[in-house]
């Protein structure tokens, strides 16, 4: 059957960061990794919530240390994700993580943006950057490093907030936030993953975003899902990550298709692919699998992280067509 096609709008680079590339960077670049081997890293990748996850994702991002690096990395993720049907990427990227280990924001960004630049012309693939900023971070931090990103005229379409929720409300970002939207960025956050209904509140409110990464505790607010349903704010739901971070016990329990069933504006992203256990094609495939989701159903869920994208109507038009083509050749 051909790849569903789709567009991926909640994936951060440096979680597709796999094992043997891992490895082939390290040795690029003369690092020493805690690991004896490949397996003895794989055997780390099992996680008791969102923190254990985030201590190897930073540890591991050690190997990035040059322009050739991040693209390596980011050529990588296209590839395979042109593989898996994504027609359009938008791609979250942590700056300040490499800005503490002593790596230049222009050494980043510039790789980054390198693999992107070609990206429809090689893989089919559109994209946008989008810069992430820590919110176990100080706010004023991830202000200077947006002032930075403007000055020097880095290629972003917007910005978003990412890493440990708890304890860690939006409502510390508002001007970080304000300084974007005056600045034309696009604007996104985490929230509702881990953290309370109330962060997806404040999301909205206070800091002014235009999609939700994650949301899937807005069940547990009645009023919140009613708004949410009524202005069709795009969630980017990531059910293996959620299993794989112990948000939800198994994928049986996922809420998505109560999410759905509410009326809500879901789609399906990876996350952080690398970790945990697939890609969008991967996620598709056992929702399908778990759910008994059909080829309309599924269609639909495509069908919403195109229109949820941050992409030119002709663009989003295209892929809308490319969807509907796949969804009458199911039969």
Known sequence: MLQLPSAELHLHIEGTLEPELIFELAERNGIALPYADLADLRDRYEFTDLQSF????????????????????????????????VRHAEIMMDPQAHLVRGVALETCVN???????????????????IAAFLRDRPAGEALQVLEELLAMDAPIIGIGLDSAEVGHPPSGFVAVYERA????????????????????????????????DHGIRCLEDDALVERLAAEQVPLTVCPLSNVRLRAV????????????????????NSDDPAYFGGYVDDNFGQLRETFGLSADELA?????????AFVAQQRRE??????????????
């Open 111 to 129: 790789g980054v943006a390198s693999a992107l630049a070609g990206s429809e012309a090689e893989f089919g693939v559109s994209t946008g950057l």
């Open 300 to 308: 639909t869920l495509a069908a919403n992280s195109v229109r949820s």
């Open 181 to 212: 939207r005056a600045a034309g960025l696009r604007r996104i956050a985490h929230a509702g993953e881990e953290g309370p209904p109330e962060y997806v509140w404040e999301a909205l409110d206070l800091l002014g975003v235009e999609r939700i």
């Open 54 to 85: 985030l201590d190897l994702y930073y540890s591991n991002m050690d190997v990035l240390r040059t322009e050739a690096d991040f693209a390596d990395i980011t050529r990588a993720y296209l590839r395979r994700a042109a593989a898996a049907g």
């Open 249 to 268: 016990d198994t994928l049986k329990d996922h809420p998505l298709p109560a999410m759905l069933a509410r009326g809500l504006n879901v789609c399906v």
């Open 318 to 331: 295209a892929l809308l067509g490319e969807i509907e083509d796949w969804r009458l050749a199911q039969g």
